[in-house]
């Protein structure tokens, strides 16, 4: 059975490989999501203990026109069912970015479709959005991601307010950072959160960058350094590093986040990214909210990560705007959600 005749919502393919996943999806504008398919890297990495940009490209060279082949089969529906193509066009490895980049290109040609160039940040601050219907602009999104950490006020689509940035590492980041230095495997997050539930928060004392300063940013790169002493010193148990490590990142995410709420009358909370895959964060985030009389949304686990049913939601809000892109929008390293942001003190400044 082929998709529908005479419906009024519209088709997008996502498409995303902007890291270390390649993922496609087919989302309607209605938050139907027909079918998605994402495929990791991790085995690829393992090794090296982190991505490694050129084996990640080649990798979404493999993998992303079959898993294109798949979501379209697995939905029944054709190129010609498709009302856009949504790809991501950025920030992200470059030689990644380019792979969905010019494959929704050319599938944008060959049916004569439009291409929405998405984001990637943009599909994280809206998946919420496909997650609950009852989420309405304004909110204050923390988006904390393997590349990001960031406290934003998202007005509307493609209107964003940065109020905070890391100065240094992304939450995520330090996640996989920390799990490297504790001997656990690639990727560090799920590792660590693991790891820290056999573990006390409160046996090894880290420091909490930033935390109860009248800075607005984050920074993580101390409590990194402080992670690899107190791994080094062969003093505590892994588990109490991990717990201890999870806790303070929570501590930091928590201050800063209570900070920018005091300067944000948007009625609700929400958090988006790998990082809000983490149980322990969802809670403090969600009991902060509660604290501070705000409504919070978080999206289930699976569109924390990154996977290609955002990048195809956040092209349905654009379509619904009329905002596509022409076939030469150019593939970006760096692209900020709000460009008239300062740039941060610090050595890693993050978009
Ligand atoms: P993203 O960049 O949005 O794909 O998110 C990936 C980042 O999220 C990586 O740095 C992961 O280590 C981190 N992450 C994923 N799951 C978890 C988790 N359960 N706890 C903490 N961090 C996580
Ligand atoms: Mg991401």
Not at 78 to 89: E, Y
Not at 149 to 178: H, M
Request: aromatic share 4%; glycine share 10%; proline share 7%.
């Amino acid at each position: 059975m082929g998709w529908g005749k005479g419906r009024v919502m519209a088709l997008i393919l996502g498409l995303e490989s902007s890291c270390d996943d390649s993922a496609a999806a087919l989302v309607t504008s209605e938050r139907v999501i027909l079918a998605q398919a994402v495929i990791g890297q991790d085995d690829a990495h393992r090794p090296f203990g982190g991505i490694v940009p050129e084996i990640a490209a080649r990798a979404h060279v493999e993998m992303l026109p079959g898993l294109i082949r798949r979501v379209m089969d697995e939905a029944g529906v054709v190129p010609a069912d498709l009302d856009a193509i949504a790809a991501t066009a950025g920030p992200g490895l470059i030689g990644g970015v380019m792979v969905a980049l010019l494959a929704g290109k050319g599938l944008a040609l060959a049916t004569g479709k439009p291409l929405i160039a998405v984001n990637h940040l943009e599909g994280h601050a809206l998946s919420p959005r496909l997650a609950d219907p009852n989420l309405a602009f304004p909110y204050l999104l923390l988006l904390a991601s393997g590349g990001h950490c960031q406290l934003l006020e998202a007005r509307g689509v493609g209107d964003y307010r940065r109020l905070a940035t890391t100065i240094d590492d992304a939450a995520g980041e330090a996640f996989d950072k920390s799990a490297k230095l504790l001997g656990l495997p690639y990727p560090g997050g799920p590792a660590v959160e693991q790891l820290a539930l056999e573990g006390d928060p409160r046996a090894v004392p880290l420091p909490r960058p930033l935390v109860g300063t009248s800075e607005p940013h984050f920074s993580f790169a101390g409590l990194k350094s402080a992670v690899q002493r107190a791994a080094a010193s062969g003093v505590h148990k892994p588990a109490d590093i991990a717990a201890s490590f999870q806790q303070a990142v929570i501590d930091c995410l928590v201050d800063r986040t209570a900070r920018a709420l005091a300067t944000s009358n948007a009625p609700t909370l929400v958090v988006a990214g790998g990082v809000a895959a983490n149980g322990a964060v969802r809670s403090a985030l969600a009991e902060l909210a509660q604290q501070k009389r705000r409504a919070f949304s978080v999206p289930p686990g699976w569109l924390c990560t990154d996977n290609a049913a955002m990048i195809g939601w956040a092209g349905a809000e654009r379509f619904a705007l009329g905002l596509t892109d022409p076939l030469d929008a150019p593939a970006r390293a760096r692209w900020p959600l709000d460009a008239s942001a300062d740039k941060v003190r610090g050595a890693g400044v993050k978009a």
